[in-house]
């Protein structure tokens, strides 16, 4: 069974940093796609980054220069490296993996089969 843990969530101010972790198990990291998603006040889900069987990065134009993915294969665990956040930043941060291999990851949330249930990010002015 496949299960998804996100931890690292909180309030931080605005400029700050925050690192989220996605510990993934019953799977490997290595053989799906990855990605980190995140929902808005009001808004739909939408991609922060994805990244792929063999670690190539893909950053949604929001978070591109600010927001990096490491991935520790020997803990299994995905991590979303968060810097000069913004309030718009606010959101519910979620993890989510692939159901199979893709040669070239799909960026569309709906393209995920397996979901954490998320961690609370609030960013202050």
């Known amino acids: 069974q496949v299960k998804l843990d996100e931890s690292g969530g909180g309030s931080v101010q605005a400029g700050g940093s925050l690192t989220l972790s996605c510990a993934a198990s019953?799977?490997?990291?290595?053989?799906?796609?990855t990605g980190w998603f995140r929902q808005r006040p009001g808004g739909e889900r939408e991609e922060v980054a994805v990244t792929d069987a063999l670690g190539n990065m893909n950053y949604a134009d929001a978070v591109k220069g600010r927001f990096t993915v490491t991935t520790d294969n020997d803990k299994n665990t995905v991590y979303l490296h968060m810097h000069a956040v913004d309030v718009e930043d606010t959101a519910i941060y979620i993890c989510?993996?692939?159901?199979?291999?893709?040669?070239?990851?799909?960026?569309?949330?709906?393209?995920?089969?397996?979901w954490g249930k998320g961690t609370q990010v609030t960013v202050s002015s």
């Open positions: 989510a993996a692939s159901a199979r291999f893709f040669i070239t990851c799909p960026t569309a949330p709906h393209a995920f089969f397996h």
């Open positions: 019953g799977y490997k990291l290595t053989n799906y796609c």
